[in-house]
């Protein structure tokens, strides 16, 4: 499908132009694919763990918290630091519980969230 190159394109050149604040099934799964591939390339861990993790992202956090965990993911330290002025201190807690959660949880259901 060309929506998935398109969508893989704009993580790389303008990651938060993927995140948006909409929840229509299209957003979510853009979003889905902008936290896995930041996973994905950031991490080791396998893709159907970053898929799951991508997934979970999507129903669960802000378009904010998201570029928040991409941003972490791609060890991108000025948007990291950004997102930290943008994000309330309980929206950063709940990013961060997220990412220290979400891998061994989608780990424990066999990479399928």
Avoid: H, W, Y
Avoid at 14 to 41: G, Y
Avoid at 53 to 81: K, M, R, W
């Amino acid at each position: 499908m060309f929506l998935k190159p398109l969508c893989a394109a704009a993580i790389f050149l303008f990651p938060m132009a993927a995140l948006a604040a909409e929840t229509t099934d299209e957003q979510r799964a853009a979003n889905a694919l902008a936290v896995s591939t930041a996973c994905a390339n950031g991490t080791n861990m396998p893709a159907a763990i970053c898929t799951c993790v991508g997934d979970q992202a999507a129903g669960d956090l802000s378009a904010d918290q998201q570029a928040f965990v991409i941003a972490a993911f791609s060890a991108n330290q000025a948007e990291a630091t950004r997102l930290r002025g943008v994000l309330s201190g309980g929206d950063l807690v709940q990013a961060a519980t997220f990412m220290a959660s979400t891998p061994q949880n989608c780990m424990q259901a066999g990479g399928g969230g």
